[in-house]
């Protein structure tokens, strides 16, 4: 698990590029919706720098509910789902800014590519912020479409933001490996006593079924790590396989965490001395 880096870029701007950019007419009437977005400008600017503020204290929790009429928030959320080639060059902009390593990766799992870009907060919920960078981020399907409109609770934030959060680095998933008669059997659990001051982390795995999805995927994963541990089969020592092993680990932990579930997955499969039964 890895923080991202957020886009700095002049959204306000953007904005106003976005609506010059719209059609003055849709299907031969006047297209209202430019006139309307024109005469918010200003207000969504001083949304804006409330976003800004928040985000950068990191109490998103602040940001004032939303007061638009049902015309207005059409035509802001339109901005976004409008297919306008600005907000399309501002989604690939936010994932080039990423390290090269996790630009393919979906922050909340890990583990599905990031091909859909996710609003932390809500753009059904919270309109004015459907085309803010920092409120856009690359994600998979999977957890795009569990995570839906949810973001908060009452008291805390649900979901981890990956811009402004801090991840913890210590361990708090606990990995184990069963060998059932040659057969790896793989569990992940979280360790909630650990992240009893971090309740984000917490809601962001239940609301996401991060377990679930490690459940459904991993098998797969470990049969491709244990296929490339048998192609040193014959060729290399234990001894030789299990420095490969560590050094693969410590890449891995450097590029994304020590909760990352390959991770800890290689952790135990050398701990365990797995990799032994199949040279
Ligand atoms: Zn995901």
Known sequence: MKNRIYYQCNDKAIYQDVVNAMRNTYRKAPNT??????????????????YEQSFLANNLLSINDCTRNELESDALIYLYEGNSQIVDNLKISIKDNQEEHLKQICPSCGLL?????????????????????KNLIWT??????????????????GIINFYTDHIPTFRFIDCTIVNHNGILKVDYHLNVQLLSTYPHIVKHFERLDILGLYKEHIPTKL??????????KGILDSKKVKQILYKRY???????????????????????KHYEQYL
């Open 223 to 232: 049969s491709e790590i244990i296929a490339d541990i048998q192609s040193f």
């Open 250 to 272: 410590f890449s891995r932990i450097k590029d994304f965490g020590v909760n990352d579930w390959k991770s800890l997955l290689l952790r135990n499969i050398i701990i365990g």
């Open 140 to 157: 998979c399907g999977t957890c795009n479409g569990k995570k839906s409109t949810y973001w908060k609770e009452s008291t805390h934030r």
């Open 33 to 50: 919706r430019k006139p309307l977005l024109g005469s918010l400008a200003s207000s969504v600017e001083d949304r804006y720098d409330e």
């Open 113 to 133: 590519p990031a091909i859909t870009v996710d609003h932390y907060i809500p753009k059904e919920i919270y309109p004015d912020f459907s085309i803010y960078s």
